[in-house]
């Protein structure tokens, strides 16, 4: 059986919006050193809190949790409970081992008497395959799975005909998923899911809800850049999110100031199946091609499994309809940087001092 650590993202793909770099209570300048495994540390900011952090792997990259609280020793205590919480929900939703649900909703095209965690995250994945006009469909799989077959073995996009990449888009419509009393179908045979785009979300969110039941109010939870926040962080000031620039030159195009909310980017960048670098893990599912205009996106919204789907389909689409998509949209922000490092950001995107 595959441990879990191989989950959403194969390892080709792994951590693929990294690139958001939490900057926290550690400030811009020590970003990056939530990628750094740890044990819990703590550590008193005045007589009344502790700041409480931790980094470990988890969901196929590493998850940092930053929770500020009266107690040190029940600080730790419930983050340990929260990783395990976080580990419960990954083996349901990991797709790389054909004995959890989604796994055999893969292998048999139907899932009776489904959990209900992978109901309510397919529920929300055709909601936005709605709301994106179908750029976001969670039913790419095939296509996925055709790249990661082909150019895991050669690196070379020619190995690919029009005819074989035509019969795995042929797969992909998330219309044909059918969920009626408990069970998910897949209406054509050789359909297949992938959760990447929206699962890691949906397991930030319910951890930080987890946290908050705990009684943990102020905390952040970051798992490879999708990001929730909740309350302030040890100095009474808002989280601080810095998104970085996709070429890597140490610039930020934008940061964020976040009491509740959550942020998440997709990026094209470092991640490819191919050597001319055509093909990366984002897919258009009306083409099975990799949108080429866009670098990265970042949305902010208030769940992170909200942000990711539609930092996801936003990718796909053109950036002046994505924009135009994010504008329409309550409690929804959005940045596109282009190839050429051009910014689209939406009305009410703000960004503050890095500092």
Not at 68 to 87: K, N, R, T
Not at 148 to 165: A, C, M, P, Q, V
Not at 199 to 212: C, E, H, P, R, T
């Amino acid at each position: 059986m595959k441990r879990y650590e191989t989950s959403f993202e194969s390892h080709a793909t792994l951590d693929r919006r990294s690139f958001i770099k939490l900057s926290g209570l550690l400030g811009l300048g020590a970003a990056s050193a939530w990628m750094v495994p740890s044990a819990a540390e703590a550590v008193r900011f005045d007589r009344k809190r502790f700041k409480v952090s931790s980094t470990r792997p988890a969901m196929g990259t590493l998850v940092s949790m930053t929770l500020i609280h009266g107690s040190s020793d029940e600080a730790q205590e419930v983050m340990g409970l929260a990783f395990g919480e976080m580990d419960r929900l990954a083996r349901i939703l990991n797709r790389y081992d054909q004995t959890t649900a989604v796994g055999l909703l893969n292998m048999d095209g139907r899932l009776p008497d489904a959990p209900p965690e992978v109901r309510a995250v397919v529920s929300r994945a055709l909601h936005y395959h709605q709301v994106t006009g179908g750029a976001f469909d969670i039913t790419v799989k095939p296509v996925i799975d055709l790249f990661k077959e082909t150019y895991g073995t050669s690196g070379n996009i020619l190995d690919i005909s029009e005819d074989r990449l035509q019969r795995a888009v042929d797969l992909v419509d998330a219309r044909s998923i059918v969920i009626q009393a408990g069970e998910i179908r897949l209406a054509r045979p050789g359909m297949g899911l992938t959760l990447d785009g929206i699962a890691k979300g949906y397991i930030v969110d319910l951890v930080s809800d987890f946290l908050s039941r705990r009684g943990v109010e102020n905390h952040l939870v970051n798992a490879g850049g999708d990001i929730r926040t909740r309350g302030k962080r040890d100095d009474g000031r808002p989280w601080a999110v810095a998104v970085e620039d996709p070429e890597k030159k140490g610039n930020y195009p934008a940061v964020l100031r976040m009491g509740d909310g959550a942020v998440a980017t997709s990026g094209n960048y470092e991640i490819y199946f191919d050597r001319e670098k055509m093909v990366h893990h984002i897919v258009n599912p009306a083409s099975g091609l990799s949108p080429q205009r866009s670098a990265s996106v970042s949305v902010k919204a208030e769940t992170a499994m909200d942000a990711d789907a539609l930092a996801t389909g936003i990718f796909v689409m053109e950036p002046d309809r994505g924009i135009q998509l994010a504008n329409s949209l309550t409690a929804c922000e959005a940045l596109v940087i282009e190839r050429d490092g051009r910014l689209w950001p939406s009305r009410g995107w703000k960004t503050a001092p890095a500092r």
